[in-house]
């Protein structure tokens, strides 16, 4: 007899019921959690009927691993229900196992009704397989009912995880120089791969080179001539304002003036500018601060790749280093022109499967549709879409590949059952269902939809028992059984 609980699977094999006479009950208990043997607590076989006292009969350890054997003495004859009473101390729950009628030596009793009907479990299916309890306690193992579901309509195509439009930088040196690092005592000073970065933050600093090779007598010349050039017009303008006073001259002429002296002022700047590079230079790139030009991160990111080395000589539009965002995100799913053309408003939701078959899943409220491209890509076939995550999931990082499945407003009913239940029988797909506890029957589906880790199928019924981890090993079970391997166990 098989039954199950919410917390237990019990699967006894009991004598002869006959009153006053000792039957063996061989209980293996299984924790449903983890679908492992249960290795401690307490069994209890209960036979109940109305007006009767209720008879119970107790082990209170295992004789091993997961199984706990009972001596069933009953008291009366007639038809009784049978409950095994599961406590660990930690948790209790009484499970109905079916009715069972107690005969006499002449007529021995046994089952009227099982609480689980194996018949149903599998009727119609070919012949069953044994797998048996200890087998199924030693490997990744575990069922479930069979229940009727609700799975999206959805589109699948692959995808590509990649920064936003302008998510991305790349920076370059604006002038011939020296790279040097912006704090050499530091380790982290200088970019690597994976910093993380603050807008603003300086990451790179240039000692310029002075170029067509000026003489420094020249670049010295140049700012004494600007100088003076620039006292002389102060001065003559510092005259024109005291003229503007008693209006002894035009305003025009003193606002042209002081534009005037502006401009010889940069001039000023821009030769002491040159004049000190081409110093920091001759003295080997120790320049001081005034003779830096630094390059800062434009927007928060990180650092996905470094080209440049601390005193490096670089040259104007050299590549230093390239900077990612981590949020938002973009995913452009590539799909068939027809599919990509239901997608004119945001998603039901998104699933994206990786290539170690992880998998996110992402709500209608995480997910943006940012743009459909406007054309068919002529290498592939397909239309990309591209859809927005302003907060990724932990995992998801730019340059991943992965399978996506975008979610369609409508949905469909039917037998939803995870994916890791359908086994590859030679190119079919199978399942495999519970008769008892370790028998199991074979079964065709056909897949109907996919959605991420749930399938829709056609071939099942809502109530059977369903192996959804390990259908695998009893498939190599019946391997081994048709080949004339024995496959059976010894309690």
Known sequence: MTAFGEHYEVFAEIGPLVVDSPASAHTHVTVLADHSALRAGRVEALLMAPGLDEQAFVATSPTRDGIFDLAITPRQAGTFSLRVRVDTGDSSETIDVGTIRVGTPGEPGGLVAA?????????????????????????????????????????RGPATVQPPSGGEAVLTAPIDGVLQATTPSSASAWPHVGRSVRRGETLFSIVPRA????????????????TA????????????????????????????????????????????QNLSHEQSARRGGSAGETALVTIDA????????VEVSPG??????TVLARLVVRAPLWVVVRLPPAAASQLDAAPSGLLLRGADGTVHELPREAVELVARHPEVDAATGTVGVVFALAEPPSGLMPGLRVEADVLLPTARDGIVVPR?????????????LQRDG?????????????QGEQVLVSGLRAGERLVVLGGAAIRRATLLASGGTGHGHVH
């Open 115 to 155: 609480a689980f009907d194996r018949s149903a479990s599998a009727r119609g299916d070919g012949e069953p397989t044994e797998f048996g309890k200890e087998d199924q306690w030693q490997t990744t193992f575990a069922t479930a009912w069979v229940r009727v579901g609700t799975l999206a309509d959805s589109v």
């Open 211 to 226: 170029t067509g090779g000026t003489p420094l007598v020249d670049l010295e010349a140049a700012v004494t001539r600007a």
């Open 229 to 272: 050039e620039l006292e002389t017009h102060q001065s003559r303008l510092a005259r024109l304002e005291k003229l503007l006073e008693i209006e002894a001259v035009s305003r025009r002429e003193v606002e042209e003036l002081r534009a005037e002296v502006k401009a010889r002022e940069a001039g000023l700047t821009a030769a002491r």
């Open 298 to 305: 434009p927007f928060p990111a990180q650092v996905a790749n």
């Open 312 to 317: 490096e000589t670089v040259s104007a539009g």
């Open 420 to 432: 890791d239940a359908l086994v590859d029988d030679g190119g079919i797909d199978v399942v495999y």
């Open 438 to 450: 370790e028998t199991f029957t074979r079964r065709e589906v056909r897949i109907l939809a996919r």
